[in-house]
């Protein structure tokens, strides 16, 4: 079994974040906030308050993640073999007219009978020219690790750019406030 070492790796930082704090020693305290985070940012976010930080990265990133989770479990649902036993969940087939029409929360579409034959999952009934619900699923999971990947980039850079100010200036430029 193999253990993962961020954990306690971060309880370090905390330790040692407390220490200085304690010895009032503030600028050797927020040097370890800002290593912890770039080298742990999951684990770290949870043990030093968002104060030390422009945003609340912790509550953003968990957020996004939820929605990233949500996404995921859709598309998994929709592209499932049993894609018809989820849809009856969803939605109420019809047949009207030779079409299939479905009335669904989740999407909506009038497909042809025809077009149904031998087919399994909705993106195979629905032709180009519009996004069917995969293609959207798709597009919107691109888009929500895009905002993760562009969240911990501006995480990284603003540790990073304290991390600098702490070593090169005195702290009460970095008790100022932050705008």
């Given at each position: 079994m193999v253990?993962n070492r961020n954990?306690?790796v971060c309880?370090g930082?905390?330790?040692n974040?407390?220490?200085?704090?304690?010895?009032?020693?503030?600028?050797n305290?927020?040097?370890?906030?800002y290593?912890?985070v770039?080298?742990?940012?999951?684990?770290?976010?949870r043990?030093?308050?968002?104060?030390?930080?422009?945003k609340?990265?912790?509550?953003?990133i968990e957020?996004?993640?939820?929605?990233?989770?949500?996404?995921?479990?859709?598309?998994?649902?929709?592209?499932?073999?049993?894609?018809?036993e989820s849809?009856k969940?969803?939605?109420?087939?019809f047949?009207?007219g030779?079409?299939?029409?479905?009335?669904?929360?989740?999407?909506?579409?009038?497909?042809p009978?025809?077009a149904t034959?031998?087919?399994?999952?909705?993106?195979?009934?629905?032709?180009?020219?519009?996004?069917?619900?995969?293609?959207?699923?798709?597009?919107?999971?691109?888009?929500?690790?895009?905002?993760?990947?562009?969240?911990?980039?501006e995480?990284?850079?603003?540790?990073e750019?304290?991390?600098n100010?702490?070593?090169?200036s005195?702290?009460?430029?970095?008790?100022?406030p932050?705008?």
């Open positions: 253990l954990p306690l309880v930082y905390w330790g974040f407390h220490y200085f704090s304690y010895h009032k020693d503030y600028k305290a927020f040097i370890q906030v290593e912890s770039l080298k742990c940012p999951d684990i770290a976010l043990f030093f308050s968002s104060e030390f930080f422009s609340d990265y912790l509550n953003l957020t996004t993640k939820s929605e990233l989770t949500f996404a995921m479990e859709e598309l998994k649902m929709i592209d499932s073999d049993n894609f018809w849809l969940f969803f939605s109420k087939v047949l009207v030779g079409s299939l029409v479905i009335v669904s929360s989740v999407f909506p579409y009038v497909l009978l025809a034959a031998g087919k399994k999952t909705l993106s195979e009934f629905v032709g180009s020219g519009e996004c069917t619900p995969t293609e959207n699923l798709h597009n919107k999971i691109e888009f929500i690790n895009t905002k993760l990947r562009n969240l911990s980039s995480l990284s850079s603003e540790c750019k304290c991390l100010d702490l070593t090169e005195s702290l009460e430029i970095l008790l100022k932050i705008g």
